[in-house]
């Protein structure tokens, strides 16, 4: 059984930074494509960010381009996401996902994803 296990929110002042973990178990987790979305109330997921199995390759959504950096470490079974210049708008619960298929393909919908982690939550306040 696969689990997705997410940690490191909290409440963060406008401008500071945070870093999510994303720890998986019964995941072949070195072949999956690894996904960050956040969900703010009211509104749908959304994508984040996404790295692909190798580690070399990032893309993420515009609006946390520059701020924000994926990354993982395959011997820990582990994707993290490092969150800079947060801003208030960034508040929301973030969940990582997996796909365990074998692609190259670009994924940013939450259907591309198979497993999901139950999510942790950002706040940016002051």
């Known amino acids: 059984q696969v689990h997705l296990v997410e940690s490191g929110g909290g409440l963060v002042q406008p401008g500071g930074s945070l870093r999510l973990s994303c720890a998986s178990s019964?995941?072949?987790?070195?072949?999956?494509?690894m996904g960050w979305f956040g969900q703010a109330p009211g509104k749908e997921r959304e994508f984040v960010g996404a790295i692909r199995r190798s580690g070399l390759s990032t893309y993420y959504a515009d609006s946390v381009k520059g701020r924000f950096t994926i990354s993982r470490d395959n011997a820990k079974n582990t994707v993290y996401l490092q969150m800079n210049s947060l801003k208030p708008e960034d508040t929301a619960v973030y969940y990582c996902a997996a796909d365990p298929g074998i692609t190259s393909k670009t994924k940013r919908r939450p259907d591309e994803y198979t497993y999901w982690g139950q999510g942790t939550q950002v706040t940016v306040s002051s």
């Open positions: 019964g995941l072949t987790f070195s072949s999956s494509t």
